[in-house]
């Protein structure tokens, strides 16, 4: 065994020492004639070199790893320091499947050589594995209990999406937002899928990103008001439908031509059947408890605010009979 890792990190170094000292292996194409070399160039032989080790880690030992590294240090003084290892060592952890360590690599990588050119790819990576982890990848409690690791996911996206940012289209950081609110929505948590869809709203007012926001937070809170009957909660809140409403509105508004393939009308008209119903509904409970000029006033608003409604009728009918009753009383 020793004899294998030993000749394993001869050879790593030795093809890393042959970057920095042969300068007539590497050639390009000048101008669609003569062939020159380019291994004399620093940039493109310290380039190499790290993607040699990308490779490396893989499948090498922790000693392998740190010979090449020392290498490199050796070929490129100026450009290599405590970040590259740290990276180097949480890939390697990374390929073997451990990401509880390799995270710690990474974490302390980001927070204590935050503008290092590594930064960026160790985000790449940490979204990776939150990703896992938001797709059921389980970890060990306690170093025994082993539970789906969602919270863990969420917690390396958020801060994700605090380190990178949000305000540009194709970063990490925004990447990672989306991440965390669809992840929500896949479990039914549509109150936090709205909240996130609304953090990347205030980013994102318009465009492809605000579309999609738009069209999310009304989703999410229409969705959460019709929970199948055993997930909702004792007192439905009509605020939910008052929300969802608002932003269904608006992105009819805004995008007119794709509000009917979302089938945004329907679910207008059956906000609007729901929210007229929860009021009626309030007025009836008066009527039973014959508070008769809360009950009226329940109707009366009914009646006045969604008139083309089911629940405008019903509304209609009861505060006739009401009236009909009072009358007869009166006689």
């Known amino acids: 065994m020793n004899d294998r890792v030993r000749n394993t990190s001869l050879a790593v170094c030795m093809a890393l ?180 869809w609304s953090e990347i709203a205030s980013y994102w007012e318009m465009g492809p990103i605000g579309k999609r926001a738009t069209l999310r937070m009304a989703e999410n809170n229409f969705a959460a008001y019709n929970k199948p009957r055993e997930k909702r909660q004792p007192l439905l809140d009509a605020s939910k439908l008052a929300t969802a409403k608002t932003y269904y509105e608006r992105f009819a508004l805004r995008y007119p031509q794709e509000a009917a393939q979302h089938d945004i009308p329907a679910k207008l008209k059956r906000i609007d059947e729901q929210m007229a119903y929860k009021q009626y509904t309030v007025g009836r409970y008066y009527q039973r408890v014959r508070k008769i000029e809360a009950a009226n006033l329940y109707y009366d608003m009914v009646i006045e605010n969604w008139p083309e409604t089911e629940a405008a009728r019903m509304a209609g009918q009861a505060r006739q009979e009401l009236a009909d009753r009072e009358r007869d009383r009166g006689e």
């Not at 306690?142 to 994700?160: D, N, P, S, T």
């Open 17 to 196: 020492l042959c970057l920095g000292a042969t300068a007539a292996e590497t050639w390009r194409l000048q101008d669609g004639e003569d062939w020159q070399s380019v291994a004399a160039d620093p940039q493109e032989r310290y380039l190499l070199a790290i993607s040699e080790l990308k490779d490396l880690v893989r499948s090498a030992s922790v000693r392998e790893v740190k010979d090449a590294l020392a290498q490199i240090k050796d070929d490129f003084p100026q450009r290599v320091g405590p970040d590259l290892e740290l990276f180097a060592l949480g890939e390697r952890e990374y390929w073997k499947d451990r990401y509880a360590k390799a995270m710690v690599k990474y974490e302390k990588l980001l927070k204590d050589y935050p503008g290092s050119e590594f930064a960026g790819p160790t985000m790449d990576r940490q979204f990776e594995i939150a990703g896992a982890y938001l797709a059921g990848r389980r970890k060990t409690v306690l170093g025994v209990f082993r539970i789906r690791g969602y919270a863990e996911g969420v917690e390396i996206m958020e801060r994700i999406s605090d380190r990178a940012g949000l305000d540009e289209p194709n970063s990490v950081g925004l990447k990672a937002a989306v991440a965390v609110a669809e992840h929500f929505e896949a479990r039914e948590k549509y109150i936090e899928a709205y909240l996130k």
